[in-house]
């Protein structure tokens, strides 16, 4: 047997600078690289709206002459129809583009933030609520469509369209250039002020749906406790008044963004407006060489402000993005890969697992969790780990899971530090069976097929068989074929508990971690698993946690031994010194 291992790294210091800022401005520059064919895009979009309003004003111009001939307005209406298809096919591709963009951001940060969660281990599964991670998951990534797929393009092209386009202006009126370019400042201000009060009140409203979220979430689990003792009405009405606060601050959200569309709305019509009056005035004194000029300008106050328009519209998305940066920043950080050249081998012959003063915590609020735990399991033996709740025995598996670190203390297999094992390698030492086993929604062969993919048929067939499941999947309609639902639906509990002895049979691991493999099992059904797991257990390392008396003896007359945790330590003097 070959074990791997890697030398950790010394951390380094983190940085002072603020995370969730520095995760904002990194995803900022990935966006940006990411829009570049959205903003070109738009600037050829309003390129192309500029040369349908040049082809507008010159109808106008004619159609309002006395005299001229009718060819010229022919040909301006033919190019603004070439424009105008042009221009539609460019915005169906631009729609196309920004959702690609908005969708492959939300794919890469939700992969990252799952891998975060799920590499964490059951820390932060405890000490958060399980409905705050799926709105972490769900409904914050999904916030920040709009930075990716809206903001980020309105924010270059907010910049870039209105300067292009006051240019084009300045070729023929310069003055008019110059009252575009002051009333655009206007847009900017008012956006700040509505803009802060709408992150402001989005932080508030998302807060709220979180909320309502939790409780809800809360009151499904507590469903029968709820209406055991009457509390169905009180429990309405909390959930209510939770929906109506959801409510309320969604439409304040509401609220304060159309003050930034107001502002631009005023900044439009003024720059209108005054672009009008000039016009007028230049007409009537005969001062303006051509009418097309200043029909052509006028027509240009619209696509002047539009890119501003989008601008102002998705500018509360970037208040959206600073509150979804704050929490998806404050997930651990995934382990650093380690290079090639620092992994090295472990030769070992046989097995040998050793705690050697090991302790762990969780928090320190609330004390250590495990305490000087020292003892040894040889190859082949069987170790019984019994204590009542909470007395430590599911977080010593989770040690040898991987999930967590010890604080104190060193867990060593074959004499190497299981801190150090490549977690490939210590997934493939392991087998686990739990309280209640994940299957997922497929056939019993696909369930079973989960603990080694590369498994053919045969030894499929052949750990069903030593599991059991073959004599219940025998009165199945399709026998191992048989579709389960999610979470193991259509069996009952004995029966998905054994699907998960067949994944460890298949697996052939030579480390066996059982926790609670008999919860929640009638004593009929409970002697048949352990019979199942006696047959498992032979040749291999076993560490059964367990509180079932009929577990504890199992071992008995196997050679077996058996230690017992309370609060976190040793009560059994003699398994110490086993170590």
Not at 196 to 203: E, H, P
Not at 535 to 558: C, E, P, Y
Not at 560 to 573: E, H, N, S
């Amino acid at each position: 047997m070959t074990i791997m291992t890697t030398h950790t790294k010394a951390e380094r210091p983190t940085p002072a600078a603020d995370p969730a800022k520095l995760w904002l401005r990194t995803e900022s520059g990935l966006g940006r690289k990411a829009a570049l064919p959205l903003v070109l895009a738009g600037l050829a979009s309003s390129l192309l709206a500029a040369g349908q309003a040049w082809f507008t004003a010159q109808m106008l111009a004619d159609l309002l002459g006395t005299d001229g001939p009718d060819q010229p307005v022919l040909g301006a209406a033919m190019g603004f129809a070439v424009l105008a298809l042009a221009r539609a096919g460019l915005g169906i591709a631009t729609e196309g583009l920004a959702f690609r963009l908005g969708a492959d951001a939300r794919k890469r940060l939700r992969g990252d933030a799952l891998r975060r969660i799920l590499g964490s281990g059951p820390g932060l599964l405890r000490s958060t609520h399980s409905a705050e991670l799926a709105a972490l998951v769900v409904d914050r990534i999904e916030s920040l469509d709009g930075f990716f797929a809206r903001w980020l393009p309105a924010a270059s092209l907010a910049l870039i369209c209105p300067l292009a386009l006051a240019a084009l202006v300045a070729w023929f009126d310069w003055v008019a250039a110059l009252v575009l370019l002051g009333t655009a400042l206007l847009v900017p201000v008012g956006m700040a002020f509505s803009g802060i009060g709408a992150g402001r009140a989005a932080q508030r409203q998302f807060t709220a749906m979180t909320r309502l979220q939790t409780r809800f979430l809360d009151r499904m689990r507590g469903i029968a406790t709820i209406v055991m003792h009457g509390r169905i009405e009180d429990e309405a009405k909390a959930l209510k008044q939770a929906a109506d606060e959801l409510r309320r601050r969604t439409l304040r959200v509401m609220r304060v963004a159309f003050v930034g569309s107001a502002v631009l709305d005023c900044a439009a019509a003024f720059s209108l407006v005054l672009l009008a009056l000039r016009a007028g005035a230049a007409l009537a004194g005969n001062t303006l060489a051509s009418p097309a000029n200043a029909i052509f300008v006028l027509l240009l106050v619209p696509e002047f402000f539009a890119p501003l328009r989008s601008f102002s519209a998705a500018y509360q998305d970037q208040f959206q993005a600073r509150d979804a940066a704050a929490a998806l920043s404050a997930l651990p950080a995934l382990p650093a890969q380690e290079p090639p050249r620092s992994i090295r081998t472990v030769a070992a012959q046989g097995f040998s697992l050793v705690f050697d003063d090991v302790g762990l915590v969780w928090d320190e609020a609330r004390g250590p969790v495990l305490s000087e735990i020292s003892f040894r399991v040889n190859q082949g033996e069987t170790l019984v780990v019994a204590g009542p709740s909470g007395s430590g025995k599911s977080s010593l598996i989770e040690i040898l899971l991987g999930f967590v670190r010890p604080t104190t203390g060193r867990v060593l297999i074959n004499g190497a530090d299981i801190t150090d094992l490549v977690p490939q390698a210590l997934s493939r030492l392991t087998a686990w069976i739990g309280q209640k086993p994940v299957l997922f929604a497929g056939s019993l062969r696909e369930n079973i097929r989960f603990a080694r993919p590369e498994a053919s048929d045969a030894e499929v067939e052949d750990a069903a068989q030593a599991a059991r499941v073959s004599a219940f999947a025998a009165s199945l309609p399709q026998g191992l074929d048989t579709q389960v639902g999610e979470g193991g639906f259509g069996l009952s509990g004995g029966q998905a508990q054994r699907v998960a002895i067949a994944r460890a049979f298949l697996k052939n691991a030579p480390l066996l971690l059982l926790d609670e493999p008999t919860a929640h099992l009638d004593p009929a059904t409970e002697s048949e698993v352990l019979d199942s797991l006696r047959r498992l257990a032979l040749g291999r390392t076993t560490i059964l946690v367990t509180h079932s008396t009929a577990a504890q003896d199992w071992n008995q007359g196997q050679g077996g031994r058996r230690i017992d945790l309370r609060d976190g330590r040793l009560v059994d003097p003699r398994a110490r010194g086993a170590a």
